[in-house]
């Protein structure tokens, strides 16, 4: 279904603030290495809604879902290795 240009452009406004928002923390995460302050759950569950709104945005062709989403999941991939990474080399605790 297509929607009116300002309602697709709000769709894009806030996808564009939300993916953005992500982006500091897996920045400093990934540049420090320290992944003690990352909640494992917090992650998986956060990765597996990410993954499950792109999948819905493409079934519904919804653009800011889609590009939103598979902008997010790329550094959200990459501190979920970081953490599980570090959980295996004893640098962390899962609890």
């Not at 302050?37 to 062709?61: K, Q």
């Not at 989403?69 to 979920?80: D, E, I, K, R, S």
Request: no cysteine.
């Amino acid at each position: 279904m297509t929607q009116p240009l300002p309602v697709m452009l709000l769709g894009y406004g806030a996808a564009t603030l939300t993916t953005l928002s992500f982006f500091p923390q897996a920045i400093k995460t990934v540049r420090s290495g320290d992944t003690r302050g990352i909640s494992l759950r917090m992650y998986l569950l956060f990765t597996l809604g990410i993954t499950a709104w792109g999948i819905y945005g493409l079934i519904t062709g919804d653009g800011p879902l889609i590009v939103a989403n598979a902008l997010t999941l790329v550094p959200a991939l990459v501190v979920l290795e970081r953490k599980v990474q570090a959980l295996r080399r004893g640098d962390d605790r899962l609890w």
